[in-house]
RNA sequence: GCCGAUGUGGCGGAAUGGUAGACGCAACGGACUUAAAAUCCGUUGGGCCGUAAAGGGCCCGUGCCGGUUCGAGUCCGGCCAUCGGCACCA
């Protein structure tokens, strides 16, 4: 038996010879303005796939689905004269490399080289139009040089809430521009992993383990380097509005950012002459009467100042227990409500009251001032707490239908409130702002979810900080001083004491006699962050990326400059929110010409295995692109993934299915080429050129249209549908015309761009004057009039329900249509006897009697 | 708990408020073949009726219950289920 299984048609061979081509001519390479063969005539379409990281297990089938998509896209556009940019690089810096290098001593930088070797090798054979000229990869001293010069104009700008956007430094007039710096240091609690090493991102950690491996996360404070993300809040939420994003996305951005509207209120501490005031948020000041204790943060730096002296020893004790828990611990909303008393009390500013203060897990350091005032009649969290401690509870709300008040949390009618009585929520929250307002004793404020991103991590495989320590003082190098190049070292592990692994450079690290060097490094989100900006000009050495050409890339009258985005969600807030941040600091010092880096946002559902499981090793169900490609082709392999379903649908692989989709190829193939006796692949003799005939037109022009709307629309299963009911129709034919053959070829060129490639190229071989190649070519225009239909069959319903169907002519009058349905027998019988009440006639459509 | 997405044949999925199930898979039947594979042609939501045979006819059917409408898979209200995400954010 042979061991080389016959194939329905030579994929095997066409495929790596057209990827040799394209590779050779550098066809999809896009030039830049200024270029040579750069065509300004052109609108320009920019269109990303979110890039990956480049694993050691190498692709899986879900990569390509995006890939695909963006790549049918991009071939399309390019048919249809744009100036298409379609890139691909590394997200390289990463845990998984520094691992291993722990592990085996190998350098990261090795096993990164081998990796996007892999992927690289493996992206080409399914045939994609990258312009590899434009290759980026994050770990490239050429390349982080410039996210190295992005971070010190963040360290070297601020935000000034006047103008609402960042400006340099130097036109701070404060007293300390360090803290106010973008970039900034702080003593913060963190989540330390002792089994990684590091911190951790909240993001990172997930139900209180580690994201990557799943070990223990405990808090811990210690010295780290934030992003003042929080500055942008407010043009992050709402420059979100005029972005091409999933609703979804949105919202959870929003969600993310987290905008609450409320007041913030002092309360007077009772018999304390050094704390005068403590200062709670709440959004609901309409409540203050009901407000029966204060709450403080364990870690509040108040609580020192009020404790009375019996109390001490049991706030110690609660604070010591509280910091010693994880985060998981101290979220667990099962657990109850824990907390001690200060032993001071302060004045409800409303009723004038002495309320207790507490101290409290459950209100959070890192929110709103830390501090809270106890509504226990209408907060569920409050109201246990009260519960539990015996704390009186006053109802202030009424609600308007007839819930019990007690424990309400929706908004009603202020009760037992002097000032606000009667009102409802939203007039009273105004009200009593307003009146606190004018006695000084809080205002309007607005919090947001939000926090600063921890943006150092104890690690040695990213980004070093461009930055040197001086006497206890942190100042950024200069800029000639790019890119700061990571030492080689003997060992990667972490220290353990939270010292990251290039504190063990000790020659590195000396900066000058007085000087040392930051040791942390940048986190993985780092080079994500604008690697879009440089797929603009990624090879530029004076600037991270020349204005011309990020002009021009990112240009166009929308917000944002990259046309199409297409990635997982998992992005959904963390990568979208820094890239959006970053772009804005960019923005604002006046580096790029656009506020938003992202205009529309795709995202692909996963593909699950055959056992409509998560594709995972332990399951045993991850499909190989490669081993698909082996068996049916690359073409074959594309078309299937978008076959199976709306692209932004989750959905199962199936083997039957990519089956299916090769022998639709097989038979495009066979559309064209027969085997002769001698088993040699020869041009059909029925492709002749002749005129289309009528109903040959109509199948076409429909495909067209079908065709071109479907990929606008991301619709590319229901593309490849109609592009088989094409085929179908044609294989029983005689004679196929030439031209009719031609524009199909270029309809299936982005979906399968080797086959159509390779007959396209038969073809002109034989009718000599399709000399271009099929990429040169312009995609088919269609013709309304050749859809129209003559004759058209009109559903005839008895209320609502189909009876019967007649032929028509296209140009019926509804009065022609009525007749005719009414006059049919079967219709006539059906109505005999009965009153017809209606009838609706939709022209070219249906008829529906009302009996 | 909150937020979001999704529920259509044996399966993946199609259907501007107007013929539910396009296209593909699987299954079945046929052609070709010594045979198989491949290929080609045909049938295929469920139930029932009918006829010598064929064409045919009727009822039900898009998670469930209501509503709007001449007409609802599609719009509205209320449930249920599955899958994601967030989770003491005052």
Redesign the pocket.
Known sequence: MSSERRR?YPFDQIEPKWQAIWDERQLFHAPNPGEKGFDSQKPKFFVLDMFPYPSGAGLHVGHPEGYTATDIIARYKRLRGFNVLHPMGWDAFGLPAEQYAIKTGQHPAITTRENVAKFKDQLKRIGFSYDWQREINTTDPTYYKWTQWIFLQIYNSWFNPETNRAEPISTYRGPDPDSVRLAYVADVAVNWCQELGTVLA??EV?DGKSEVGGFPVVRRPMRQWMLRITAYAERLLNELDHLDWP??IK??QR?WI?R?E?AEIDFKVASSRCVPTIRV????PDTLYGGTFLVL?PEHSLVDLIVTEEQWPVVREYRERAALKSELE????S?E?TGVFTGAFAINPATNAKIPIWIA??????????A??G?PAH?Q?DL?FAKKFDLPIVVVVQPIGNEPAMGFTGEGIAVSSPIINGLTSAEAKKKITAWLEERGLGKRAI?Y?LRDWLFSRQRYWGEPFPIVWQAGKHRALNEQQLPLVPPLLDDYKPIGTGEPPLARAREWIRYSDEAVRETNTMPQWAGSCWYYLRFCDPHNDQRFVGEEAEHYWMGGNKPGGVDLYVGG?EHAVLHLLYARFWQKVLFDLGYVSKPEPFQRLVNQGIILGEDNQ?MSKSRGNIVNPDDVIDQHGADAFRCYEM????LE????W?T??V???A??L??VW?LLMTESQAGEWELSAKIKDVDATRPQQKLLHATIKKVTDDIESF?F??A??QM??FV?AF??VEIIPLSTIRAFLILLNPFAPHISSELWEKLSRRFAELAEDITEQSWPAYDERLLVEDEV?I?V?I?????D?IKMPMAATEEELKTAALARP?IQERIAGKTVR?V?V?PK??I?I?V
């Open positions: 329905p909240n993001e997930v609703e979804g919202l959870h969600n987290g609450s409320g948020f709440t959004t609901r943060a101290r979220v667990d909303l657990k409500k897990d459950y209100v959070l350091l890192g929110y709103g001032t830390g809270i005032g509504v907060d969290r246990e919090n979810k969600t998560k076959f199976m379903g709306p649908q989750m959905k199962p199936s039957r299915g089956e299916g989709v022998r639709f097989a038979r066979r619709s299963n229901t490849i549908s088989m009911i179908n294989t029983s069959e559903v319903q209320n609502g329900k189909l009876r169907r079967n209606n609706i939709v459509k249906l529906n009302v």
